[in-house]
């Protein structure tokens, strides 16, 4: 039996969004069922290991296809623990990062090929193509390595079974599972790898992840506007947010403008009518739901007609609040609502003139940047 392991558990400090990485979408899934799809078809069985709080979500994503336990405070932690879930009959064992999402089904074929011909631990890597220096803690070079025989390697790794349970069995740390195997001195046989299987670590990493998926070729874009004027008494909810002690705006919903103005751009980018067309009386249950969640089910509507979210920006316009100090927060809750999008808030006044350089009221205008999967 063979059986993968795909480390998720991580939360992904370095993309920088307020769900964990694995969650993120890349075209039209997550990265962990991309992860999950190009493994299932090659493994008997898998175990995921998902970050402290957000079990459920990835056993709802996950189906049949794989066990999800609770990962550790490491990475190498936490492919103990998911090595702990599996059956000691298995023969082979993948270690898999989620963040490699585009990682094929054929690199995993290639890993475990090796193993069946005799090799106990196999790893992909690619050449490395800068120069490598050694530096001191002062950032001086101390030495310059050959670059030649240098690989960067990647996941999925395959191992014996045995033998990555005794590399795992001494409680290391190590930032690949291999590097724990080859302290055990196993010989570790590196096969071709793949430029497609690249670590996701930050937004733009996404950006050319989403180049491989050929998602790049359909791009269309759309613009939203919204407006309210302020009305004493009444509670304001700001780019997903509240904001207690804040005059609020009049209107039927909560009146947040800039998640009704991201809204319509996104229904304008996608072709699907307006804010209007998709929550007004044709649908009595959204009257009086907040500017969260019609940008999330405004979210489920783009996604269902087969479209990504690749950027989004809104500028809010108006004398107050002042933005600058919740900017982070209200990108995070924006960015929630948009299943991890890439999100951009600006803000400004108007010099004074019109309707809310006059302070009478707030205003927000959005772009959205989608394409189809
Ligand atoms: N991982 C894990 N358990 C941890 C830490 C990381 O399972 N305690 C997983 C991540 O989910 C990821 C893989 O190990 O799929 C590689 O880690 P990395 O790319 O560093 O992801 P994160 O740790 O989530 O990102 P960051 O370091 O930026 O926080
Ligand atoms: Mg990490």
Partial sequence: MIAAIIAAAGSGERFGAAIPKALIHCGDRTLI???????????????????????????????????????????????????????????????????????????????????????????????????????????YVLTTPDRAPLRRVQTPQGFSYELLSRAHATGGDATDDAALVEKLGARVRVIEGEERAIKITTPSDLATALQYLGATNEFSTGVGVDAHAFAEGRELYLAALYWPGEVGVDGHSDGDVATHAICDALFAASNLGDLGSNFGTSRPEYAGASGAQLLQETTRLVNAAGYSISHVSVQIIGNRPKIGARRVEAIAALSHALNGADVALLATTTDGLGLTGEGKGIAAIASALIFKN
């Fill in 33 to 139: 069922e991309h992860a999950l799809a190009s493994l299932s078809a090659v493994v008997d069985e898998i175990v995921i290991t998902a970050p402290a709080g957000y079990e459920e979500k990835f056993r709802e994503l996950a189906g049949d296809r794989a066990t999800v336990v609770t990962g550790g405070q490491t990475r190498s932690e936490s492919v103990r623990i998911g090595l702990a879930a599996l059956p000691a009959t298995c023969e082979f064992v993948l270690v898999h990062d989620a963040a490699r999402a585009l990682a094929s089904s054929d690199l995993a074929r290639r890993v475990i090929t090796s193993l069946r011909s005799g090799d106990v631990a196999v790893i992909p890597g690619l050449p490395q193509i800068d120069t490598v220096k050694v530096v001191d803690s002062d950032g």
